[in-house]
């Protein structure tokens, strides 16, 4: 069964924290994204990689930084985490076609 | 600029009613539309999908209705499920790349 791993449910960090959020898929996908989910406002892009080491900002990549050393693996990097970023994060990964998104699971992360 | 609009923000619908979720779609390509549906505390998965060569796609329970000239496509479920609630994104492909916009989701309940 093939998968997007997050390696955190939920995660409690205190503000001004570095915060990693580590992704791994098992489907050699070129595409991988990170994206945030708020109530009533959907699924929103922070960042994205179409290849190893390539990165290019979504619609809200303010406070936030990604890394892709390895083609299975993309992380979201939190420099100084703030309350704002309290949120639901999702990795996903596509083939090249970028056709059906594979979702991991989530990171609930609250910052406080 | 929002390239999708999903509508409504929520639905409740008694069990085997059929459930109608709204999408409409610009500054977009044209190849390909997705479902996705998500569980609480899962990330979404995709559920059904159209290529808009069709006006309609029908998976079980599920269909998608394509209008091109409205640049619109809706979910229809049919005898709707108390298995069914959870929230719905819709998708339309980007200009370029490979990052699909998503709608803002619809949260779905259906009473027994």
């Known amino acids: 069964d093939v998968k997007v791993t997050q390696s955190s449910r939920y995660l409690v960090k205190r503000t001004g924290e570095k915060v990693f959020l580590e992704c791994v898929q098992d489907?050699?996908?070129?595409?991988m994204f990170w994206y945030r989910q708020d109530p009533g406002l959907g699924l929103r892009l922070i960042y994205f990689?179409?290849?190893?080491?390539?990165?290019e900002k979504g619609d809200i990549p303010e406070g936030y930084s990604v890394s892709r050393e390895k083609k299975e693996r993309f992380s979201l990097i939190l420099e100084s985490a703030s309350t704002n970023q309290t949120s639901m994060y999702l990795c996903?990964?596509?083939?090249?076609?970028?056709?059906?998104?594979?979702f991991g699971s989530g990171t609930r992360l609250t910052v406080v | 600029q929002q390239q999708v609009k999903q509508s409504p923000q929520s639905l409740i619908v008694q069990k085997g009613g059929i459930s109608i979720i709204n999408c409409a779609y610009e500054?977009?390509?044209?190849?390909?539309f997705p479902w996705y549906q998500q569980f609480p505390g899962k990330g979404p998965a995709l559920l059904i999908a159209i290529r808009p060569d069709v006006s309609e796609k029908k998976e079980g329970r599920f269909t998608i209705s394509f209008n091109k000239s409205a640049k619109q496509f809706s979910l229809h479920i049919m005898d709707s499920q108390p298995g069914d609630s959870a929230t719905y994104f819709c998708a339309a492909p980007p200009l370029t790349g490979n990052q699909f916009y998503f709608g803002t989701g619809t949260s779905l309940t259906v009473i027994p």
């Open positions: 500054n977009t390509a044209f190849d390909y």
């Open positions: 489907m050699d996908h070129e595409n």
């Open positions: 996903a990964s596509s083939s090249p076609s970028g056709y059906g998104y594979t």
């Open positions: 990689s179409y290849d190893v080491k390539m990165k």
